[in-house]
Antibody, heavy 120, light 109 residues
C-alpha cells in the first residue's frame, strides 16, 4: 500500500532553517512527483511547490522563491523540503503528498504532516 | 496567480444534499480536484479531474465543472461528512500552479 511517512516535529528559532523528510513506499517513486503543502494554525491549505521524482524538476510558489528548496533521493525514495530564514508566520503543519502522474496533477496520498514551530 | 473562491461555510441536515462551490475565471477549462480534511488529519482526495472518485470514496460524493464554477455535491449527507473541503486546480501557465481554494466548513446540523 502507498505510504508517505514524514519526519517528526521541529521547533526552530527565527532565522534558522528546517528540513523535513518524506519517505515513500508502496509505489514506483520516480513515476510521480511530490507536492509540499502547509497549513498554518486555523488556516487553509497553502501549496508550496512540487518536485518531479523522475528528473528533479521543481516548481515553487512565488512567495517562497529563494527560501525553499525541494529535493529527492531516489535511492531511498525520500523527498525533502528545506525552508530557510524562518519567520513566525512559517509556523504550520507541513504535508508532503504524492502528486502528478503522467495524466493529471492531483494529490492522492498524503503524509501524516510535520509540525514546524518557529519561536524565539 | 489564479484565484479560487469558496464559501466559508455550508450547513445541511442529515440525509439532505450539500453543494460546495468553487469559483474561478473559466474554471470549466481546468481540471478541479476536491479534498476533505477532518480536524487533526491530513487531507483526503474525494474527487479528481472534476468528477472522478478515488477507490474507497462513496458514490455519494460527486463533482461537476462548467463555466466559472465547479461544484462538489454530497448526497445523503451523514454526520461523518462534517469536515473542511478544499478545491484545487493545477494551472501550468501560472507562477503558482497548485492553487487551493480557501476552504469550506461543512456543518451537519
Amino acid at each position: 500500500q502507498v505510504q508517505l511517512v514524514q519526519s517528526g516535529a521541529e521547533v526552530k528559532k527565527p532565522g534558522a532553517s528546517v528540513k523535513v523528510s518524506c519517505k515513500a513506499s508502496g509505489y514506483t517513486f520516480t513515476s510521480y512527483g511530490i507536492s509540499w503543502v502547509r497549513q498554518a494554525p486555523g488556516q487553509g491549505l497553502e501549496w508550496m511547490g512540487w518536485i518531479s521524482a523522475y528528473n528533479g524538476n521543481t516548481n515553487y510558489a512565488q512567495k517562497l522563491q529563494g527560501r525553499v528548496t525541494m529535493t529527492t533521493d531516489t535511492s531511498t525514495s525520500t523527498a525533502y523540503m528545506e525552508l530557510r530564514s524562518l519567520r513566525s508566520d512559517d509556523t504550520a503543519v507541513y504535508y508532503c503528498a504524492r502528486s502528478c502522474s503522467s495524466t493529471s496533477c492531483y494529490s492522492d496520498y498524503w503524509g501524516q504532516g510535520t509540525l514546524v514551530t518557529v519561536s524565539s | 496567480s489564479y484565484v479560487l473562491t469558496q464559501p466559508p461555510s455550508v450547513s445541511v441536515a442529515p440525509g439532505q444534499t450539500a453543494r460546495i462551490t468553487c469559483g474561478g475565471n473559466n474554471i470549466g477549462s481546468k481540471s478541479v480536484h476536491w479534498y476533505q480534511q477532518k480536524p487533526g488529519q491530513a487531507p483526503v482526495l474525494v474527487v479528481y479531474d472534476d468528477s472522478d472518485r478515488p477507490s474507497g470514496i462513496p458514490e455519494r460524493f460527486s463533482g461537476s465543472n462548467s463555466g466559472n464554477t465547479a461544484t462538489l455535491t454530497i448526497s445523503r449527507v451523514e454526520a461523518g461528512d462534517e469536515a473542511d473541503y478544499y478545491c484545487q486546480v493545477w494551472d501550468s501557465s501560472s507562477d503558482h500552479p497548485g492553487v487551493f481554494g480557501g476552504g469550506t466548513k461543512l456543518t451537519v446540523l
